[in-house]
């Protein structure tokens, strides 16, 4: 009797351990590949665009699916509706009430529309502006607004770098202004493409400091700026980009 007790005892003592183990550190936590198994495939262009698109959205959106961590991402956009086509485009006008010329700008409304002036559309880099919106779909869904989010916005600004340096194309659309190009590179340079994760051999100190410069450089530029913006800097030695790991830690 007293033998099964001290087994019993020991059992219990040996399970109590195993809960109490610490879980896998920020630089280690791996995602199961087992995810992408769930996530849609073979997506084409009128998967993802309504009816009624511009083909040159069409051609942007076949550029982004054609590209590994384009099409990934859109995998994760097309889960968010698997059975109808959701994204929607409209032209934001001018004073004359045509899509309005003077400044190029994109930004995700919800609900699967996604809003663009007219000078967009010449822009030879425009599927890199795409793909920043698809990141915002990704970031937010479609069952409530997008938040006004300093530290989500610059999560896209990384994402869309990542994915214009993937294509090795001399040409590249600024993000944000050009004075940002060089604080967003260094950023970039603290992470591992392959994970989402620290590169080697970077210190969370080193990359802390970057990915602060980066957050006070978007956070002074309007329309971040703004009264309705949240400056959600993350938490030191936490992880400001979820959604960025979810995209880049299966990419291998």
């Given amino acids: 009797m007293k033998t099964c007790k001290f087994i019993l005892l020991f059992v219990l003592l040996v399970s109590c351990w195993n809960c109490a183990e610490p879980e896998l550190g920020f630089e280690e936590k791996v995602l199961p590949d087992a995810e992408l198994n769930f ?3 073979n997506i084409r262009v009128m998967d993802l665009l309504a009816p009624g698109y511009l083909d040159a959205w069409g051609d ?6 054609n590209n590994s961590i384009g099409n990934k991402l859109l995998r994760y956009v097309k889960a968010l509706s698997p059975n109808r086509a959701f994204i929607r485009f409209e032209a934001i006008p001018g004073e004359d009430g045509l899509p309005d010329m003077s400044k190029e700008e994109m930004a995700y409304a919800g609900s699967g529309l996604i809003r663009y002036t007219g000078k967009v559309l010449n822009n030879d880099c425009k599927d890199e502006l795409l793909f920043h919106e698809f990141f915002h779909v990704f970031q937010n869904g479609i069952e409530r607004p997008p938040r006004k989010s300093v530290n989500n916005e610059q999560e896209a600004c990384l994402a869309q770098y990542l994915y214009s340096d993937s294509k090795s194309s001399s040409y590249f659309a600024v993000v944000i202004d050009r004075d940002f190009r060089p604080i967003l590179v260094a950023l970039a340079s603290c992470i591992d493409k392959r994970t989402g994760y620290l590169k080697e051999g970077i210190s969370y100190d080193e990359f802390h400091e970057k990915y602060v410069a980066a957050l006070d450089f978007i956070a002074k530029t309007p329309p971040y700026n703004g009264s309705d913006w949240m400056r959600d800097q993350a ?15 299966q990419h291998l």
Avoid at 60 to 65: C, D, G, H, P, S
Avoid at 235 to 249: I, S, T
């Fill in 235 to 249: 938490g030191y030695n936490e992880h400001p980009f979820p959604k960025l790991v979810q995209l880049l830690n």
């Fill in 60 to 65: 942007a959106t076949f550029t982004i699916l």
């Fill in 39 to 41: 996530l849609p495939e």
